[in-house]
């Protein structure tokens, strides 16, 4: 759906503006309802073809909502991420992170303290699974999609196939295979399926092989929310052996980019920062209080949308403050005034803040807490505590 499609003023209207100090998180319950309800019926109604991505949600209380829905399957980054979820009554999480040193004991820590949630980690090279030797953690070996970024390459199928055997010779659970393809965003349509498409062809071969050397794969993870529409339209995801699971996050709360790229699946915004003009310091300038330490900046400039305001466009940011253009010939926005703005990356926007309102018919229901923003403390014994 395009933005200029959403009612602006009437479904995220808020009454009473006086008490709410900004910038503020806000969070609107039944636009992430409908978000989670449209990506289960994307997923042929079956909630358990979803491994949700947990770093967008950051709430107990939107977790709550997941589990509400039927979801069971979840992915995070952090030990803290992994700690809400296992609270909350997770079945099953991966944490689809390298953690090495501390941050794998302490995921031991709270593996024990939660046996009953299944947890899996990821690895790409032998001396990787040390930690978990004696363990009851799954392992999933994750490959290199083309980000660059953690995993094997999938041209080198004999490594992959080593490494899987050594999980079964460590006396570990071979879970599967991870394959996350976020740099895909970049890419327009109809380019971003033909690439996602031959990447899950080479996925294939490579689970072909596997199982040709008696390493059967359960579990096949897929697909950020750029890549979400590639995995549902590729056939070969739906006749194997394995159980494939898409792992889009940032379709929960959305944001302007995701917005962009997924028009056609119809999703809301569900995530909007409260803003307040402070300054006109020039004439075609004005300045609200949303720098970068509140809208995060990591998806470039301009950082967010003005809803409702054409007219406004948002300059580079610094921390506390964030200069908008008004359009020659527009009228500005008086100090003082409240906008509203849609973040261009929702996910670590949600993590600058400590709080979110839950807003409904334009009124606040309640307060909640961003559970799982940032990340536990730093000593083992402390972080034990929280």
Not at 87 to 101: F, Q, T
Not at 358 to 372: C, M, P, R, Y
């Amino acid at each position: 759906m395009l933005l200029s499609e959403f009612p602006w003023n009437e479904r995220y209207r808020l009454a009473n503006l006086d008490d709410v100090l900004t910038p503020a998180l806000l969070l609107y319950p039944d636009a992430i309802a409908a978000n989670i309800e449209r990506t289960v019926h994307l997923l042929d109604g079956d909630p358990a073809r979803w491994r949700v991505h947990v770093k967008t949600a950051k709430l107990a209380y939107t977790f709550r909502m997941y589990l509400d829905h039927g979801l069971r399957f979840f992915k995070c980054a952090t030990t803290l991420e992994l700690l809400m979820a296992c609270r909350e009554g997770a079945h099953d999480v991966l944490l689809a992170y390298p953690v090495m040193g501390a941050n794998a004991q302490r995921a031991r820590e709270i593996a024990a303290q939660f046996p009953r949630t299944k947890i899996s980690v990821l690895i790409e090279n032998e001396a990787q699974l040390a930690p978990w030797r004696g363990s009851n953690i799954g392992i999933f070996v994750d490959l290199n999609s083309g980000m660059n970024r953690t995993g094997i390459e999938p041209a080198h199928a004999d490594r992959i196939l080593q490494i899987a055997r050594a999980v079964k010779a460590a006396g570990l659970e071979f879970r599967g295979l991870h394959f996350y393809d976020g740099h895909l965003g970049s890419a327009a349509e109809p380019e971003r399926t033909t690439i996602a498409h031959a990447g899950y062809d080479a996925l294939l071969k490579i689970i072909a092989q596997l199982e040709q050397n008696a390493l059967p794969v359960a579990e096949v993870i897929t697909s950020g929310t750029p890549a979400f529409p590639c995995s549902l339209s590729y056939a070969g995801f739906r006749n194997g052996k394995f159980v494939h699971r898409a792992s889009p996050g940032t379709v929960v709360y959305n944001d302007a980019v995701s917005l962009a790229q997924l028009p056609e699946l119809r999703y809301q915004p569900a995530a909007l920062v409260l803003a307040r003009v402070v300054s006109n310091p020039r004439r075609g300038i004005i300045t609200c209080d949303a720098g970068h330490k509140s809208v995060s900046a990591d998806a470039g400039v301009p950082t967010c949308v003005v809803v409702g305001h054409p007219e406004l466009t948002p300059l580079a940011p610094s921390e506390e403050h964030l200069p908008i253009a008004v359009r020659e010939g527009a009228a500005a926005p008086q100090v003082g005034d409240t906008l509203f703005l849609l973040p261009r990356h929702v996910c670590p926007t949600v993590n600058n803040f400590d709080h979110a309102l839950l807003i409904h018919d334009g009124q606040i229901l309640a307060q909640e807490d961003v559970s799982a923003r940032g990340h536990e403390a730093p000593l083992l014994t402390a972080a034990a505590k929280i």
